[in-house]
Antibody
Framework: QVQLQESGPGLVKPSQTLSLTCTVS??????????WSWIRQPAGKGLEWIGR???????TYNPSLKSRITISADTSKNQFSLRLSSVTAADTAVYYC????????????WGQGTLVTVSS | QSALTQPASVSGSPGQSSTISCAGT?????????VSWYQQHPGKAPKLLIY???NRPSGVSNRFSGSKSGNTASLTISGLQAEDEADYYC??????????FGGGTKLTVL
């Protein structure tokens, strides 16, 4: 059974960089069959896709966030990470990591989510 | 990219059926059979219900079914039960090789 777990600071100051890590167990992020993705959800609002990484060589980002996002992976630790720069209060949200099978292009396994608050 | 359009809320009585729509464009819902649906209970992570328009993952009740016509996808929940009360989200792959979600629908079981 694949499990994903987000980790990182719960509080980030405005204008700084938000950094989160997703640790995957029960499966390898190096698999050729999957993308790995970040999704966020502000309190009381809907889901927003942030981006995805294919550890064999590509990333795709939400155009509305593209200038501020970097998604990377550390295959030796079976982790992938999100960096979001120049954060504002609008970036306050629960951040989820999820697995994205290439066959079907859906989000089949999700982490429990981690709340990140942007505040001074 | 614009969010897919879902009704803010739907309701139904126990035992009845309820349908949630998800309207997109030819660049997302209408262009690909990569529409998926998720159920989210308060304080929990979303759970995959339907993928590729109408496929159910193992373990998901057959009371949940999906379909698509043109640029609009639909999720139908039959035999409504109290535990079906939750938020539901659709998602689609897009022509920009990105993903987009719907705004979410709150299902109330009366």
């Amino acid at each position: 059974q694949v499990q994903l777990q987000e980790s990182g600071p719960g509080l980030v100051k405005p204008s700084q960089t938000l950094s989160l890590t997703c640790t995957v167990s029960g499966g390898s992020i190096s698999s050729s069959n999957y993308y790995w993705s970040w999704i966020r959800q502000p309190a009381g609002k809907g889901l927003e896709w942030i981006g995805r990484i294919y550890t064999r060589g590509s990333t795709t980002y939400n155009p509305s966030l593209k200038s501020r996002i970097t998604i990377s992976a550390d295959t030796s630790k079976n982790q992938f990470s999100l960096r979001l720069s120049s954060v504002t209060a609008a970036d306050t949200a629960v951040y989820y990591c999820a697995r994205l099978p290439m066959a079907g292009l859906h989000f089949d396994y999700w982490g429990q989510g981690t709340l990140v608050t942007v505040s001074s | 990219q614009s969010a897919l359009t879902q009704p803010a809320s739907v309701s139904g009585s126990p035992g009845q059926s309820s349908t949630i729509s998800c309207a997109g464009t030819s660049s997302d819902v209408g262009g690909y059979n990569y529409v998926s649906w998720y159920q989210q209970h308060p304080g929990k992570a979303p759970k995959l219900l339907i993928y590729e328009v109408s496929n159910r993952p193992s373990g998901v009740s057959n009371r949940f079914s999906g379909s698509k016509s043109g640029n609009t996808a639909s999720l139908t929940i039959s035999g409504l039960q109290a535990e079906d009360e939750a938020d539901y989200y659709c998602s689609s792959f897009t022509s920009s090789s990105t993903w987009v979600f719907g705004g979410g629908t709150k299902l109330t079981v009366l």
